[in-house]
């Protein structure tokens, strides 16, 4: 199946700068991701006939409207998630989908899945022996998995689950085309379970606060994304404490031993 592949400029966190939106099939195509205005995107616009996104995050949707407005294309969203998704689109949903769902393209259908984790709504669109991933993975680097919203157990679940369905090729929203799907898939999980050992050490020698494990648990200079990685740290930490690993009110954490 044909995958226009637009990375476009947008305001993201991501180091790239850029989102890449999706177009999916050549007739009666999908447009996934159409973060903001582009002429490349224009330009595909009169074989689009539906229009999803992975996740409702800003630098994911803000074409969404005038994408819809332009096509009269079939706007999907998350089931169970379409209040959230006119907030941050601005577009009342035509339909919904949901794990398995699948969207007609031209002679054949993309196949949701969903990713959760990195966003509570965050699905992945299976288009043959390929996956888009949204921002599941990234060829380099890490992905930002944020408490409250992200959930660091749901993530992991989501990883093992796209390296279990052994796609030839992922196309994630931020950075290159992922060739090795599996290897990839991999060593984020083990980013962030090595990232758990040194949160989980931090809690157990003393330290309470967020700002105190982020200064414990992390080795890298954390000047322009402390807040992002403090966001992470309290998605482990609440992943932790449902384990039973570690006590975690949201404000302070404590090891079990001190019950």
């Known amino acids: 199946m044909r995958i226009e592949r637009i990375p476009v400029d947008v305001p993201t966190r991501a180091p790239t700068g850029q989102t890449a939106a ?11 991701d159409p973060a903001a205005s582009d002429a490349r995107i224009d330009a595909e616009l009169d074989r689009v006939a539906h229009v999803a996104v992975t996740h409702h995050h800003t630098d994911h949707v803000g074409r969404v409207a005038a994408s819809a407005d332009a096509t009269d294309a079939t706007v ?5 998630r379409e ?10 949903p035509d339909r919904t989908f949901r794990e398995g769902t699948e969207i007609p393209v031209g002679d054949g259908a993309v196949r ?24 599941l ?3 380099g680097g890490s992905v930002v998995v944020g408490a409250p919203e992200g959930d660091m157990r749901a993530y992991l679940t989501s990883l093992r689950r796209v390296r279990a369905m052994a ?19 991999e060593r984020l999980i083990r980013h962030r379970l090595d990232r758990e050992v040194r949160v989980l050490a931090a809690v157990e020698a003393g330290n309470r606060s967020v700002a105190e494990i982020l200064d414990a648990a992390y080795e890298k200079d954390l000047a322009g994304v402390r807040d992002l990685a403090g966001m992470t ?12 690993r570690i006590e975690w009110d949201g404000s302070r954490a404590g090891s079990v031993t001190e019950k």
Do not use: M, Q
């Not at 999706?22 to 996934?32: I, N, R, S």
């Not at 999907?76 to 169970?80: K, L, M, N």
């Not at 209040?83 to 009342?92: I, L, N, R």
């Not at 949701?112 to 043959?128: L, N, Y």
């Open 22 to 32: 999706h177009v999916v099939g050549h007739e009666d195509a999908l447009l996934v």
């Open 76 to 80: 999907w969203c998350r089931y169970g």
């Open 83 to 92: 209040a959230a998704f006119e907030d941050a689109t601005g577009v009342e």
């Open 112 to 135: 949701v899945r969903e990713t959760p984790g990195h966003a509570v709504e965050h699905v992945a669109f299976e288009a043959g022996d390929a996956l888009l991933v949204g921002d």
């Open 137 to 139: 993975a990234v060829a």
């Open 167 to 185: 796609s030839e090729r992922l196309y994630p929203a931020h950075g290159p085309v992922i060739d090795a799907p599996g290897a990839t898939c």
């Open 233 to 244: 740290v309290r998605a482990h930490l609440d992943k932790l404490h449902h384990e039973g």
